[in-house]
């Protein structure tokens, strides 16, 4: 699980996003949103501490799920967009 919160953090980063993030904290926090939802497609918005706006797209299957991609928007307007596919 590791691989995946590494992968998380570094295709983040990659964006140009300025703030450290955790992989495992991102994906645990989109594991408990899709936890008993139908399959199907979800746009899930979080808002975190700093008052940036994470947007994630996901498919949802019987037993995982897809993360497709993550916008982030900022307070001063930026916004840093991450492709999962």
Do not use: Q, W
């Not at 590494?6 to 949103?33: H, K, Q, T």
């Not at 979800?42 to 299957?61: A, R, V």
């Not at 995982?64 to 840093?80: A, D, P, Q, V």
């Amino acid at each position: 699980m590791d691989e995946i919160y590494n992968m998380i953090e570094e295709l983040i980063r990659a964006s140009g996003y300025p703030l450290e993030v955790s992989g495992f904290d991102i994906y645990n926090e989109i594991c408990d949103e899709v936890d008993g939802k139908e399959n199907g497609s979800y746009i899930f918005m979080s808002k975190h501490d700093n008052n940036d706006i994470f947007e994630y797209t996901l498919t949802i299957y019987d037993d995982n799920f897809n993360l497709g991609s993550l916008s982030i928007r900022t307070l001063e307007g930026k916004t840093y967009f991450i492709n999962f596919d």
